[in-house]
């Protein structure tokens, strides 16, 4: 039994600890930065919201990727000496446990959108990678800018006048304040498509919303990184996997694997920001 | 009639109509924006449309990636203007009423100014995020103490041992009023402070404790801190918990803490007879503060304890009479330090019955004797205590605990059958630590200092009395010094990661062992300077460590001088060949060192059956060990499969032999040499299923293994071979209920090169189904299964069947409900074997037992 021990111990320090950076190249120049302020409803039926998240923005000449700054820094501090040390030890601590014997270490896994999405204009494509517990998925879809209705409101958003516009996308309306005055067809998650950068976005039944909280022109590296160990899926079934009993499923297995038996699955009591994979 | 209301229509819809026809006159325009200087298509490039007197945007479009746009809408141009406009480059307007077409617009470049808003991104995994819960809107009727109200909070889980998780993730911290007040001990607040006097808990995300690091080390780990109701504050709260239940059992239970701004203390008493174990001092890990990993092992020389039960739990085949006491106190030193006090105590009185018989397999015999009615009762008294000064400053950070933990561990035994006697053991252990913690920034770096110190005696003995009145006795005093420093050193180079991490340890043992007044001593010491470099490199698909630890170990005993030098190294590499495969390989060579807790002279008596012969011997073995492992997944199809192959062994220059006397087998070492070989197969799949909600998996796996004992001087070469097979289904589909149901079966084979064969087999499954009646209503059902060979075909079931129920009175009285051993199994038995060796085990298990409690809240 102690070799069995032994070895599950091994096993882990050994995939814990292999986590030099990978090697993602540039795949772009980013101009401008934005910083949004992302909120959402983690539980429509108990109306509560999730604790407020850095969503970013990195546009360049032909590319714009967006991210969760949580997910960003996660995978950030796998390339970074101190990074890689300070998570080696915490497995290094975490296994050497008996306490711990038989658990994944929990602060591997990543945020609740831990979603990039990669917008490339010269192929007219988006490109997005997420997880499922722990593994990783990548799909494609045609880039098709939203179609926008601009209505006559105004507001002042960090100084830039802003008007309103609305659309509908995949199953739920949106309402955009756009500023003419930045002049960027661009916004957060896969918006675009209005004459001047996206201040704020919301639903119209406030489960998601974003809002511009900062914003540099910057001149700095846009990295792509889209793992081979990924599997490649389409839109549709990504979702349907990730919201359906199956990605429960995929949660309890990893967990069965290590030998715990999750308490209960009472499933996500929010929808995704797409709903067209009903 | 008709015609004169067609003009009195025509008459006021004309105005009406007019207009709506001007407007939507359909104009359309494009045109091609190109650099001024390069002539290159720009893409991208804003087009808007608006009035000239106001900013809103009547149409709008951007250039392709060929700089072209057009734009069609239905408007007059007339006073309206067109704005082309990029960032980088000077915006240009044109009267739409004057542009010819097509346009042909070059941008000139210029510096954009935005007025720009930097966000300095919140340190996440550095100060981290507060969420803020109020208690009040999590908690029902049917919750009792904190934990319960934290297990509904979003993101928060409470698991069976009373430790808490926040997104899967181990707290590091547990605040109370923001002070660090039980330390890892926490269980000690979930399972006693009431929901009622906590108006809000925060869990602090990716929270780093020492300040003087929080920009620079990460922490991917949560706090808690509750925040006490104001009535709650600078008073003293608590509960108090009464049961009573058939046959003769009791249950109590108190608490009561009081938060004041300078002074906190929080006080708990738990005791009862129910098999119960009582863990809320049980101190969780977390991953924050710095921590020296390795630690010192005391030995345990006298081997007299009842054996722990196989498979079902402690908790069903003791008997018990358990008290527990602690006190946890807080005093604010200025305004940046803590001192801690904490001192827990239990005084646990156990009984257990039991029979067994042993047998030695041999060349040519057997050596097999029974003990009967062993009766043990074991009396173990602790005496944990700590004083901890923390000082956590913005450049500063200082930590010091000095503790002692004191162990009384007194056994009674008495046993008939084949070597009737009573065995009285005594194995304390006392032990007084400190660690230290000194870290000083300076900029953006670091320097740390990390030491640990302990000094521990553990006085042990046994004396026999056989059944003609003999007695032998065995005393040993035992006490060590040990100290253990350390500092690690990291920087990347290209896509190379290399580490460094030294330090060096001391340890001083010494031994004197009094066996029937022939007394022994023995002193050694250990001085050990080690280092490990380690590489990785990573690549997208490919990844390899490899690891270098050196190391240097200096022995002297008495006037002996031994000094072994090692180097361990180890690899690992993994490879992703596509997103369903990855295969990994592991090769590792390490040295196996003197084994210490043998450093004394002459012999040891362990218990009335044992003798162990000291061994001081500076000869080193090697071991090995290398593996492959596959992983394959279809996520589509929610299908994981995993094998993994280990072959590992060794080789010692000492053989352990064991000698049968008369009434002692003797345990010693002799020179020689003795291998091990063993090869393990494993491997899992597991399938989502649907129509459950829940999941399928089997877990098959094989280990060989090649070894062999020497008994009587002849050397006994055998092979023991295990199948195992487990299978485990879960469901989840209804809302009032939950069903978890697992089975495995086992079979085990040892060989004497054809001799003799020894087989074992058996068989466990378990089910617990989970009623959500009422809200205050809850049911459990617990069945467990276990069928046992107990001799070669002879199998023998076992059922075990608990249920239990809660209901809340009001808001201060709860009444529940356990039945346990529903069908009363009054004994259970099983079969195992280890090298050579097999044991038969029959326990007393408590019998049927009923409990019923009553709580109360102050």
Redesign the interface.
Known sequence: MKIIYFLFCFTFIISGTNLVSNAASPIDSAKLKCTYEFLYLNDSIENTYSSSELYIVQIGKDHVKSYFYKTFYRDSMESTPAGINELTNMVNTFVKEPANYGKYPPFLSRGDFPVHIYKDYKKEKIITTDWISSHRFTYEEKLVPQDWTIIGDTMTILGYSCQKAQCSFRGREWEAWFAADIPVSEGPWKFSGLPGLILMLKDTQSHYSFELKGLQQVNEPIFMDISKKATKIDRISFLKLLMGAKGNEIVAMDLAKVGITPNTSTGKKYDYIELDYK | MMQHLFKLLLFFFLPVLFPVTVCSQSFSISGKVVEQQTHTPM??????IRKITE???LA?S?TD?NGNFKIEKKLSPDSLVLEV????YA?QQKMLADVSKPLFIEMEVKE?Q??????K??K??LQG???KYLVSSFATANDRTIGDVLKKM?GI?VME?G?I?Y????LNKFYIEGSDLLGGRYGLATNNISHKDVAGVEVM?NHQPVKAVQD??????PAINIKLKNDAKSRWVGTAKAGIGIPQLWKGEAFAMRFKAKTQSFNTYKGNNTGELINDAMV??S?GDF?V?NSNTLPEYIRVSPTLVRSIGANRSHFNRTNNLSSNNLFKVGKDYDLVSEIVSSVNNQESEFSSKTTYFLDDEIVSFEEKNERAESRKKILDGKISLKGNKNKFYLNNNLRFNLLFDDIDMGVSGTFPNTQMASKDKKKFSNDFDLLQRFGNKTVSFNSKMEYAFTPQSLKITNEDGKTEYQDIDFSSFYTNNSA?F???LG???I?TKGGFLYLNHDIKNTWNENPEQTEYTKFQPYITPSV??????F?I?LNFPIQYQHYSISDKKYGIFSVTPNI?F?W?A???I?L?A?ASIGKIMPDEDLFYTESIMNNYRNLSLGYIDFATGKSYQY?I?LKY?D??K?L?A?A?I?F?GSEQKKVSGQNFSENKIINQYIHGISKRD?L?I?G?V?????VL???L?LYPSY?RQESKVRRNETDMPYESTIYSLRG?I?A?KLSWC?I?YGIGYTHSKSEVAGIQSITNNYLSESLNVVFIIAKPLQLKFNFDHYCNELSRNKFKNFFFTDLSSSYLLNDRFEISMVAKNIFNETTYSYFNEDELITIYNEYKIRPFNLLACLSYRF
């Open positions: 893409a991208r490039v804003q087009i808007k900013n809103q945007i709008f951007q990636n406009s990029c960032i980088g915006t954009t935005l007025k720009e808003v930097v966000v991104p919140k996440i995994g995020d507060t969420v979003p889980e041992s430790e998780k997104q899967g993730k181990s995300e620079l080390v990460f922490s991917d780990n969780f890990t991953v921590q990993t690690d990291s920087f990347l896509n190379f990661l580490d990785q490199y990573g690549s997208q698909s990844k460590r690992y993994d992703i596509n997103s369903r990855t990994n592991n593996g492992g997944k996520i589509l929610a994981f995993d993994n280990i590992s063993a393990l494993g899992s597991s399938k989502g299923i649907d909600n829940g999941i998996a280990t485990k879960t989840n939950t978890d």
